[in-house]
């Protein structure tokens, strides 16, 4: 697909088709007047998410709700959607309002909607493309630097989303390693792998518990993005559990086929360290990846065991399908320990079915002691388009991660608020001079949906690299 802006008179721009935004269900505008009583005639009401296809007069009308971004947004992925089943070539509309705001929400959402994953498919449909001409009244520096921006954003967004739904025996701790290592060649940055001797040597007992009884070792991944000037220094955490079994508290099957997601944390941190480097923005970023297999062995770690974090703190194992809090557990101690002068944390998981019992399949948890920098990220999220509520913390809950034998347990004693408690326990990690600059971002309901929604396809969604972006470019 190719999106170009075009300042041509509007009758002059040649395309096979037009598309017309039919706001708020109104039929009083001049390009939708001629074709009021067809439109009723078709039973098209205009109503969000509604796209018709008059093929005789070359136009496609498409409902939209408000004329904000995520409308804008999610009218648009339904456009793309619907042409992409034809074998339409060229469209061009006029933008809705001239102005950046509203040309970031149409590319997003022609690109984010546009996505689809065939790899394993043995009949593969035909590459699509079609060419979207944006007619704008001043095609201006800032439009220009807006849609190539968008363009950059929705391509990771689309490369998160291929990772994550790559089955777990072609995408394993090595093979993330391998595609972090090329991804920074590419993009000009740093990439430093650690081994499993790495985490042994460094005393990363609780990360290298979890991946003992896999074939496939673990990785500890550190990719930099360092600029000459500088503005703020971002620490990226990512949980890269490239496939959950569980561990010996083995899970149901039904809730094994979807593990391939587990991996999205980390995969989202890749996608956002791609954006940073790319879009050339004046912050120092990290992004540390825990990469990480949990199966099932003799030599798998088991319920009673006692592990030792980075940080010397003890855990005791209750749960060993509560893993991916013990890889973050480290790598936010070496995160801490290895990086200077941190203004933010950000960890990204894929962490507790608890969190889409509370908040809902398509929302993210954002947990954290500093509320303002929590309101940062809520402004971020609103102009993203992703979805975030706040779960917050208590000083009863931390009570419920009490063990007998060692300083924590790796599961609450209750099973309410588990995403909280879960955000309790990375709390333990986090030392006490970064408490206010640490966020966890628990992203287990939007990362990976077996449904449509929006302009997000069946699987990988992506979560976590819109909302961070828009949050990095606040801070400028």
Same mark, same amino acid.
């Given at each position: 697909?190719?999106?170009?802006?075009?300042?041509?008179?509007?009758?002059?721009?040649?395309?096979?088709?037009?598309?017309?935004?039919?706001?708020?269900?109104?039929?009083?505008?001049?390009?939708?007047?001629?074709?009021?009583?067809? /439109?009723?005639?078709?039973?098209?009401?205009?109503?969000?998410?509604?796209?018709?296809?008059?093929?005789?007069?070359?136009?496609?009308?498409?409902?939209?709700?408000?004329?904000?971004?995520?409308?804008?947004?999610?009218?648009?992925?339904?456009?793309?959607?619907?042409?992409?089943?034809?074998?339409?070539?060229?469209?061009?509309?006029?933008?809705?309002?001239? !102005?950046?705001?509203?040309?970031?929400?149409?590319?997003?959402?022609?690109?984010?909607?546009?996505?689809?994953?065939?790899?394993?498919?043995?009949?593969?449909?035909?590459?699509?493309?079609?060419?979207?001409?944006?007619?704008?009244?001043?095609?201006?520096?800032?439009?220009?630097?807006?849609?190539?921006?968008?363009?950059?954003?929705?391509?990771?967004?689309?490369?998160?989303?291929?990772?994550?739904?790559?089955?777990?025996?072609?995408?394993?701790?090595?093979?993330?390693?391998?595609?972090?290592?090329? /991804?920074?060649?590419?993009?000009?940055?740093?990439?430093?792998?650690?081994?499993?001797?790495?985490?042994?040597?460094?005393? =990363?007992?609780?990360?290298?518990?979890?991946?003992?009884?896999?074939?496939?070792?673990?990785?500890?991944?550190?990719?930099?993005? !360092?600029?000459?000037?500088?503005?703020?220094?971002?620490?990226?955490?990512?949980?890269?559990?490239?496939?959950?079994?569980?561990?010996?508290?083995?899970?149901?099957?039904?809730? =094994?086929?979807?593990?391939?997601?587990?991996?999205?944390?980390?995969?989202?941190?890749?996608?956002?360290?791609?954006?940073?480097?790319?879009?050339?923005?004046?912050?120092?970023?990290?992004?540390?990846?825990?990469?990480?297999?949990?199966?099932?062995? %003799?030599?798998?770690?088991?319920?009673?065991?006692?592990?030792?974090?980075?940080?010397?703190?003890?855990?005791?194992?209750?749960?060993?399908?509560?893993? %991916?809090?013990?890889?973050?557990?480290?790598?936010?101690?070496?995160?801490?320990?290895?990086?200077?002068?941190?203004?933010?944390?950000?960890?990204?998981?894929?962490?507790?079915?608890?969190?889409?019992?509370?908040?809902?399949?398509?929302?993210?948890?954002?947990?954290?002691?500093?509320?303002?920098?929590?309101?940062? =990220?809520?402004?971020?999220?609103?102009?993203?388009?992703? /979805?975030?509520?706040? /779960?917050?913390?208590?000083?009863?809950?931390?009570?419920?991660?009490?063990?007998?034998?060692?300083?924590?347990?790796?599961?609450?004693?209750?099973?309410?608020?588990?995403?909280?408690?879960?955000?309790?326990?990375?709390?333990?990690?986090?030392?006490?001079?970064?408490?206010?600059?640490?966020?966890?971002?628990?992203?287990?309901?939007?990362?990976?949906?077996?449904?449509?929604?929006?302009?997000?396809?069946?699987?990988?969604?992506?979560?976590?690299?819109?909302?961070?972006?828009?949050?990095?470019?606040?801070?400028?």
């Amino acid at each position: 697909m190719q999106i170009t802006l075009s300042d041509e008179k509007y009758k002059k721009i040649d395309a096979e088709f037009e598309l017309v935004f039919v706001l708020s269900k109104k039929f009083d505008t001049d390009e939708v007047k001629s074709y009021k009583d067809t /439109l009723e005639m078709m039973n098209f009401k205009g109503e969000d998410e509604e796209v018709l296809l008059l093929s005789e007069a070359k136009k496609i009308f498409v409902g939209c709700e408000k004329l904000d971004p995520e409308s804008i947004r999610i009218a648009s992925s339904c456009v793309i959607r619907k042409i992409k089943a034809t074998k339409i070539k060229s469209l061009k509309f006029s933008i809705l309002e001239n !102005s950046s705001e509203h040309l970031s929400a149409l590319v997003d959402g022609f690109g984010l909607g546009s996505y689809s994953f065939d790899k394993y498919k043995s009949v593969k449909k035909e590459k699509f493309k079609v060419e979207v001409i944006i007619h704008c009244d001043d095609v201006s520096k800032e439009m220009k630097h807006t849609l190539e921006e968008s363009l950059e954003i929705c391509k990771a967004v689309n490369m998160v989303r291929d990772i994550v739904n790559t089955p777990p025996d072609d995408f394993y701790p090595d093979i993330m390693a391998s595609f972090a290592v090329d /991804l920074a060649k590419e993009c000009k940055i740093e990439c430093k792998i650690y081994d499993e001797k790495y985490l042994a040597d460094e005393g =990363m007992g609780s990360m290298l518990a979890v991946g003992r009884a896999s074939r496939h070792k673990s990785k500890l991944i550190h990719l930099t993005y !360092s600029p000459k000037k500088c503005k703020k220094t971002v620490v990226l955490v990512g949980k890269g559990l490239t496939y959950d079994s569980g561990g010996l508290s083995l899970k149901p099957s039904d809730f =094994m086929t979807t593990m391939k997601s587990d991996k999205s944390g980390g995969s989202a941190v890749l996608g956002i360290m791609q954006v940073v480097s790319r879009l050339k923005l004046p912050i120092e970023v990290h992004g540390i990846i825990g990469a990480v297999e949990n199966m099932i062995g %003799g030599n798998a770690f088991k319920p009673d065991d006692v592990l030792k974090a980075k940080n010397g703190t003890t855990i005791e194992v209750r749960n060993t399908d509560a893993e %991916g809090r013990l890889v973050l557990a480290d790598c936010l101690c070496y995160a801490q320990d290895n990086i200077q002068d941190i203004d933010y944390i950000l960890d990204f998981a894929t962490l507790t079915g608890a969190c889409v019992v509370a908040l809902g399949e398509y929302t993210s948890g954002v947990m954290g002691h500093n509320n303002k920098l929590k309101h940062q =990220m809520f402004e971020a999220a609103s102009k993203s388009g992703e /979805l975030v509520g706040a /779960l917050p913390f208590n000083r009863y809950l931390p009570k419920l991660l009490k063990s007998e034998i060692a300083d924590i347990c790796n599961i609450s004693s209750s099973r309410y608020g588990g995403a909280i408690t879960a955000g309790l326990f990375l709390d333990k990690f986090i030392y006490e001079e970064n408490k206010d600059k640490w966020l966890h971002i628990d992203i287990a309901g939007p990362a990976f949906v077996e449904k449509p929604w929006g302009y997000n396809p069946h699987g990988a969604s992506g979560a976590g690299v819109r909302l961070t972006i828009s949050f990095l470019k606040n801070l400028l």
